[in-house]
């Protein structure tokens, strides 16, 4: 089965200074990648994917995700920091039942705290 | 913009009742989604429909019914709530196509307490 894995609960920046969340993948096939952020009570928006193409994906509010092949990553990442990015985020895999069709595999979730 | 409401924000119930859970989405997905959000565990699948009358267990389908008699509305079912079933429960949908990589789309959740 498909799966990731977000191996730190929580990730802490000073505003301004570059953002990493980690996410590493295990899937059989061609894996197809997603981030979420949830921010407090809300649901959780979708902030990119990765399909196919190019390696480095940009999705909203200026995150960008980088797709690794040989280190089965998929890490989120942000130049600069913004207090308002202190949310929790999950990374997501693609998974096909055997009835053929599509779920989501979400991992843990990271809480990132960006301070002032 | 898409659109997924959930009926309530919070709900308080007792051991033993039956619960109802709503979600409703304005943009004609055929793909609507139940999941439970728990510390720690993240987020996992309870049930899943496809399409109208149509639906597919999810990883914890275990104490949970579903039911899709419209497109637009998907209804989470706790035929007999028990307190391990205290939890953020999130409705998604998503466009659709049986192998699709659409992307989901969340509603705001429901908090539910079960005493």
């Known amino acids: 089965a498909q799966s990731v894995a977000q191996p730190e609960d929580q990730v802490n920046v000073a505003e301004g200074n570059p953002l990493t969340v980690k996410c590493t993948y295990s899937?059989?096939?061609?894996?197809?990648l997603f981030w979420y952020v949830q921010y407090p009570n809300r649901g959780l928006q979708f902030l990119l994917k990765?399909?196919?193409?190019?390696?480095l994906v940009k999705g909203s509010y200026g995150f960008e995700a980088e797709f690794n092949k040989s280190q089965t990553s998929f890490h989120l990442k942000k130049p600069s920091a913004l207090v308002s990015d202190s949310a929790l985020y999950f990374c997501?895999?693609?998974?096909?039942?055997?009835?053929?069709?599509?779920?989501?595999?979400f991992g843990t979730g990271t809480r990132l705290l960006v301070s002032p | 913009d898409v659109k997924v409401t959930q009926s309530s924000r919070y709900l308080v119930k007792r051991t033993g009742e039956k619960v109802f859970l709503e979600c409703v989405q304005d943009?004609?997905?055929?793909?609507m989604f139940w999941y439970r959000q728990d510390p720690g565990l993240g987020l996992r699948l309870i049930y899943f429909?496809?399409?109208?009358?149509?639906?597919e267990k999810g990883d914890i389908p275990e104490g949970y019914s579903v039911s899709r008699e419209k497109k637009e509305r998907f209804s989470l079912i706790l035929e007999s709530a028990s307190t391990n079933q205290t939890s953020m429960y999130l409705c998604?949908?998503?466009?659709?196509?049986?192998?699709?990589?659409?992307?989901?789309?969340f509603g705001p959740g429901t908090r539910l307490t079960v005493l």
């Open positions: 997501a895999v693609r998974d096909i039942k055997g009835t053929g069709f599509q779920k989501l595999v």
């Open positions: 998604a949908s998503a466009l659709g196509g049986q192998a699709s990589t659409d992307t989901q789309y």
């Open positions: 990765y399909i196919t193409g190019d390696n």
């Open positions: 899937v059989s096939g061609n894996p197809y």
């Open positions: 429909s496809y399409d109208v009358k149509m639906k």
């Open positions: 943009m004609d997905h055929e793909n």
